[in-house]
């Protein structure tokens, strides 16, 4: 299952975009209990019992299914930063769907994956993402997630600037205010909806299209390196932004467009391209 960045600038709460960064998952049904083995970002810190994340997910999307599988061995093999804004929960989450549907024996049903997996994440941008690819329109309706994916324009890149420190996200939702001027809603209606011509077919709209007056800025305090280096790229003419919560900056690219500069200290740079297919299962039969 795919990293996902959120926002993408004005897209707040609703845009999200699949990235060429995953997690993998090894399911192998048998005996009562789980066992659990994680492999790279947090491994010695997540828990490694029923409430892991991906074993919630696993055992709501069997019950969702019908379907009756009382233990498993679960390895994870991690590459997705954590607490960096690139949505390692909502690949969680979605993956661990994916492995139900896997264990049932049942086509992946993508829709229902972006219904359960906003129920437990809470929010359905970075999970819509996950499940279908691309780049994805999410909301909600009488409290389903739902989402709708677009093909985003051919050789649409990501930078991801990631930094050594964590921001947890219920902190950087608790900065942003109850009620923002109606001119910078407005604007940033005005801007969502250019967004999305320039994700999916005018990439030289990019700069204009993300800029952002909702969110982004009132998160400084707890991450002032990042609005820093987002001000300084995008005053280099590049399409810079925060990814989701943060503190991980993303700068889109296309085609002959220019190159971000190296990564500041501290920092790891990724170069990604856009995942196209969202989360993917593969079942194995004993023979």
Same mark, same amino acid.
């Given at each position: 299952? @795919?990293?996902?960045?959120? =926002?993408?600038?004005?897209?707040?709460?609703?845009?999200? #975009?699949?990235?060429?960064?995953?997690? !993998?998952?090894?399911?192998?049904?048998?005996?009562?209990?789980?066992?659990?083995?994680?492999?790279?970002?947090? &491994?010695?810190? /997540?828990?490694?019992? !029923?409430?892991?994340?991906?074993?919630?997910?696993?055992? +709501?999307? *069997? !019950?969702?299914?019908?379907?009756?599988?009382?233990?498993?061995? #679960?390895?994870?093999?991690?590459?997705?930063?954590?607490?960096?804004?690139?949505?390692?929960?909502?690949?969680?989450? /979605?993956?661990?769907?994916? &492995? &139900?549907?896997?264990?049932?024996?049942?086509?992946?049903?993508?829709?229902?994956?972006?219904?359960?997996?906003?129920? %437990?994440?809470?929010?359905?941008? =970075? /999970?819509?993402?996950?499940?279908?690819?691309?780049?994805?329109?999410?909301?909600?309706?009488?409290?389903?997630?739902?989402?709708?994916?677009?093909?985003?324009?051919?050789?649409?890149?990501?930078?991801?600037?990631?930094?050594?420190?964590?921001? %947890?996200?219920?902190?950087?939702?608790?900065?942003?205010?109850?009620?923002?001027?109606?001119?910078?809603?407005?604007? =940033?209606?005005?801007? +969502?909806?250019?967004?999305? +011509?320039? *994700?999916?077919?005018?990439?030289?709209?990019?700069?204009?299209?993300?800029?952002?007056? %909702?969110?982004?800025?009132?998160?400084?305090?707890?991450? @002032?390196?990042?609005? +820093?280096?987002?001000?300084?790229?995008?005053?280099?003419?590049?399409?810079?932004?925060?990814?989701?919560?943060?503190?991980?900056?993303?700068?889109?690219?296309?085609?002959?467009?220019?190159?971000?500069?190296?990564?500041?200290?501290?920092?790891?740079?990724?170069?990604?391209?856009?995942?196209?297919?969202?989360?993917?299962?593969?079942?194995?039969?004993?023979?």
């Amino acid at each position: 299952m @795919p990293a996902t960045s959120a =926002n993408l600038g004005p897209g707040f709460d609703t845009f999200g #975009l699949a990235l060429t960064l995953y997690d !993998e998952l090894t399911v192998t049904p048998g005996g009562s209990g789980v066992t659990i083995e994680v492999i790279g970002p947090g &491994a010695g810190e /997540v828990p490694t019992d !029923e409430s892991h994340l991906v074993v919630r997910a696993i055992r +709501a999307g *069997l !019950e969702s299914l019908g379907a009756a599988v009382p233990g498993f061995t #679960l390895r994870c093999e991690n590459r997705i930063p954590h607490g960096r804004g690139l949505g390692s929960s909502s690949a969680a989450i /979605v993956g661990g769907l994916g &492995a &139900a549907y896997g264990l049932a024996g049942t086509p992946i049903d993508r829709d229902h994956v972006v219904s359960l997996a906003h129920e %437990l994440e809470g929010h359905p941008d =970075n /999970v819509a993402a996950s499940a279908l690819g691309g780049f994805t329109i999410a909301w909600t309706e009488a409290d389903k997630g739902r989402a709708v994916r677009l093909d985003p324009v051919d050789g649409l890149t990501a930078v991801a600037y990631v930094p050594d420190t964590r921001v %947890l996200t219920k902190e950087a939702r608790g900065l942003l205010p109850s009620a923002v001027p109606h001119a910078d809603a407005a604007a =940033n209606a005005g801007k +969502a909806a250019l967004l999305v +011509a320039a *994700l999916t077919s005018r990439p030289e709209l990019l700069l204009t299209a993300t800029e952002d007056l %909702l969110h982004q800025e009132y998160r400084q305090p707890v991450m @002032p390196e990042s609005l +820093a280096l987002v001000h300084k790229l995008r005053g280099s003419g590049l399409p810079a932004v925060v990814s989701g919560a943060g503190p991980t900056v993303l700068v889109l690219g296309s085609p002959g467009a220019t190159s971000p500069d190296a990564a500041p200290d501290g920092w790891t740079r990724y170069e990604l391209g856009i995942d196209p297919v969202g989360v993917q299962v593969w079942s194995a039969q004993a023979g």
